[in-house]
């Protein structure tokens, strides 16, 4: 006949000592509890104190065994709440203790790898874009090991080695990617078919080809003449510079062109799509010694009807050098608003310390843009 247990009614095995359900000790037989073995009492003497003396029990009732027994079952309920099973060995003792979360099954299925990053791209502290932290990032070409996990969606990421932050499969690819010789950074739409290589590299193999309307970045150029492309579903592939992709801009970004620089003479600061550039040139123009040193770091944007060629950072100032002619320049920031006196400088306020100006560059400098504009003190 089946056994039933008491406490919940969940129908129990013959050899089972406790209820899978509600955690309720199963009694031995009926009315007895589940108690572990005691030797006989010892006979009467010193020492000796009657059970019914020592205010226990010898035989509690049903009643009486209730609390415990719920007491089991409502911590087996707060274990299970909290994502943790807690359960017995087949000797009574504890078992090992094991996640609901399947993370061994993730880490059996896990896989080494050696990526490099193709971009800079952020570590995070759960393989997730929401609600994750950035806990830290990679640089460009950074070499990076762990092991492929997948999140919530099935999508790749990589656990990176001694660490426990994560890293977007989409941001990292096997080969190291090829120093760029100028950067763009624009969405384009590919007008025509186009097969794209999996890297830079004569005899390449073929890594994708985009359709017709397919969305692309155009990341940059190469020094060997390879353009990267910034593809569809993440990480990047190259075409040769002479065959590549026929694109037009970005319909969703078409005003991005317009609103490159977010010029602020008060501040010198040229906005937010620039200051990546100006943090990398910056960082390149620390380990000089001369403060007349300058850095320059290639763009090649547009802006306006303009070509932005370069940023420019040097002590206490930075700008942008523009491949057209000086009254080009001047003609479209006083359209903008801009008040330029015939020197080329901005009309600021009097409390505002730094100094603003267009001017043709340089012969010596020619080869970073045909005007500057420049920033500081």
């Not at 199963?26 to 003396?53: H, I, M």
């Not at 020592?54 to 009643?63: F, I, K, M, N, Y």
């Not at 830290?136 to 999508?155: C, I, P, Y």
């Not at 937010?272 to 763009?299: C, D, H, I, N, T």
């Amino acid at each position: 006949m089946a056994n039933f247990c008491s406490e919940c009614g969940s129908a129990l095995s013959a050899s089972a000592r406790f209820c899978a359900t509600c955690g309720a000790a199963v009694p031995d037989t009926a009315g007895e509890s589940v108690l572990p073995a005691q030797t006989a009492p010892p006979s009467p003497g010193a020492g000796y104190v009657p059970p019914a003396a020592s205010g226990v029990a010898s035989d509690p009732s049903p009643a009486s065994r209730k609390p415990l027994l719920l007491g089991g079952a409502a911590l087996l309920a707060v274990a299970i709440a909290g994502g943790t099973w807690l359960g017995l060995s087949s000797t009574g003792g504890p078992a090992e203790t094991g996640s609901e979360t399947g993370t061994g099954q993730e880490e059996a299925a896990a896989k080494p790898a050696t990526l490099f990053a193709v971009a800079e791209a952020n570590l995070r502290d759960k393989p997730s874009l929401q609600g994750s932290k950035v806990v830290g990032s990679l640089k460009r070409a950074e070499k990076v090991s762990g092991t492929l996990v997948d999140d919530e969606r099935g999508k790749p990421w990589l656990k990176v080695d001694g660490t426990g932050h994560f890293v977007s499969l989409a941001n990292l690819a096997e080969a190291q990617p090829p120093e760029l010789a100028s950067l763009d950074g624009s969405d384009r739409i590919a007008t025509a078919s186009c097969t794209v290589l999996e890297t830079a590299g004569t005899g390449a193999t073929t890594k994708t080809v985009l359709k017709s309307g397919a969305a692309i970045r155009v990341v940059g150029s190469t020094a060997d003449g390879f353009v990267e492309l910034g593809l569809p579903g993440g990480g990047v592939g190259y075409t040769p510079a002479s065959a590549a992709c026929a694109t037009d801009p970005s319909p969703a970004k078409g005003a991005v062109a317009n609103s490159l620089i977010q010029f602020d003479p008060r501040t010198c600061e040229l906005g937010s799509e620039l200051e990546p550039y100006f943090e990398k040139a910056r960082q390149s123009r620390a380990g000089m010694e001369e403060m007349e040193e300058e850095y320059s770091f290639p763009v090649d944007k547009k802006f306006r009807g303009l070509t932005v060629k370069s940023i420019i950072v040097g002590y206490e100032w930075q700008g942008v050098a523009f491949g057209d002619p000086l009254a080009k320049v001047q003609t479209v920031f006083r359209q903008m608003g801009f008040k330029i006196d015939n020197n080329g400088d901005f009309t600021v306020p009097d409390d505002v310390a730094v100094t603003t100006s267009l001017r043709a560059a340089n012969a010596d400098v020619k080869a970073r843009g045909q005007t500057e504009l420049t920033c500081g003190v």
